[in-house]
């Protein structure tokens, strides 16, 4: 069997940049495409980049008909701050240009006569609470509790998640290849690579760069408003591990994880270990908290863990000590 080839959309973002090394060092032939250049660290991992957009049918089913791929990490996404405030365009991107991708990935599996898997970010904002008090009492929430997202994100999300699995069903009633369809609803992710864009968990990633920078920050989050966190690191590990996974190990396409569920206070607190200067206040917008009070305080990750092995590395304090202080050092101080 020649090399495998996996197709990355948004491979220029923060999970892209974790991905990337990791497939090539699997063995990967790697295509990756995003609305912007990849920069060159990432570009030479690849056989060929795009700079292109998923909306773009054409553009796309030519990717997929020309490679052919075993695998697509679908990581291009407008993520909930995005999608709130233009929900029309985050239609377009998050569900009528995943959909056309899956539809293609299906043509290419029965031309082929393999399936092609389909790894699908989904996230912790498939959830609706509906309000802080019901959150602090659900604590930690199973994949089919609360499915009643309250923002647009959420919508697209669990859209995506309910078509997919419908698809790959689908395929394995009718004894044909198609998408072998896999989801993981990812908590917010903590990079010392990369900053985020556009989200609502950007508060904690924010608030330790800043710290490490030497600059004030403003939390736009009551500090004790607790939501699931997870390194960038440990999440890519688990997105690898459910591809590999032999599908008569799932019970599910749809898995939760999480490596630690902090309040922002318990995120400062411990920010100040390292940085005792750093100047972290309160200064909650309401909107961003209402989406904030609607996600669960944590989820429980039991499937994840027994189906495929998840064992996330960091807890909050390994993530600050161990994974982000040295390497933000690093890239603010050079030390
Ligand atoms: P990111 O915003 O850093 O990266 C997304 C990438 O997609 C960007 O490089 C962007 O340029 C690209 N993109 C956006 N629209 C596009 C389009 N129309 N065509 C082509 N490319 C497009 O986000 P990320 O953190 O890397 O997230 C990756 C996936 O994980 C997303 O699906 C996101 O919803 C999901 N997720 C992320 C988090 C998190 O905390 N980072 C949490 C839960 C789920
Ligand atoms: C966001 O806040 O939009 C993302 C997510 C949890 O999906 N980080």
């Known amino acids: 069997m020649g090399e495998r080839v996996a197709l990355i959309t948004g491979s220029g973002g923060e999970m892209g940049h974790g991905v990337l090394p990791r497939l090539r060092d699997q063995g990967f032939r790697i295509v990756a495409l995003d609305l912007y250049d990849l920069p060159e660290t990432l570009g030479r991992y690849c056989v060929e980049t795009v ?11 030519d990717l997929v008909q020309r490679f052919a791929p075993d695998c697509v990490y679908h990581l291009a996404a407008m993520l909930s701050a995005h999608s709130e405030a233009d929900p029309f365009m985050a239609h377009q991107v998050n569900v009528d240009a995943t959909c056309s991708l899956l539809r293609q990935c299906e ?29 602090v009492e659900a604590g930690a929430v199973e994949e089919s509790d609360w499915n009643h ?18 698809l790959g069903r689908r395929a394995g009633k009718a004894g044909e290849p198609g998408v072998d369809f896999r989801s993981i609803r990812f908590p917010g992710l903590i990079s010392a690579e990369t900053l985020p864009t556009g ?7 924010e608030m330790i760069h800043a710290a490490a920078q030497g600059k004030p920050y403003s939390c736009f989050i009551d500090e004790h408003s607790r939501l699931p966190f997870m390194t960038m ?3 890519v590990q688990a997105l690898l591990d459910l ?18 569920s902090p309040s922002p206070a318990e995120i400062r607190k411990r920010v100040l270990t390292h940085f005792p200067d750093a100047q972290i206040g309160f200064d909650p917008v309401p909107s961003r908290q209402a989406i904030v009070d609607s996600w669960p305080a944590d989820v429980d990750d039991s499937r994840a863990r ?30």
């Open 51 to 61: 700079r292109g957009d998923i909306r773009d049918e054409g553009l796309m089913g």
């Open 107 to 135: 043509e290419s599996a029965r031309q082929k006569g393999r399936p092609v898997r389909f790894l699908f970010p989904s996230s912790i904002a498939v959830y609706g609470l509906p309000d802080a008090a019901t959150k």
């Open 149 to 166: 997202p309250r923002g647009m994100y959420g919508c697209n999300k669990l859209y995506i998640e309910l078509f997919g699995t419908f």
């Open 199 to 205: 989200g609502t968990t950007d508060y904690a990633p």
């Open 233 to 235: 690191p440990d999440a």
């Open 243 to 260: 591809a590999e996974a032999p599908p008569e190990s799932l019970s599910t396409r749809v898995y939760n994880i999480r490596g630690f």
């Open 306 to 335: 027994s189906d495929w092995g998840l064992s996330p590395e960091h807890d909050l304090a390994a993530a600050i000590d161990d994974y982000l202080v040295p390497a933000l050092r690093k890239r603010y101080d050079g030390d």
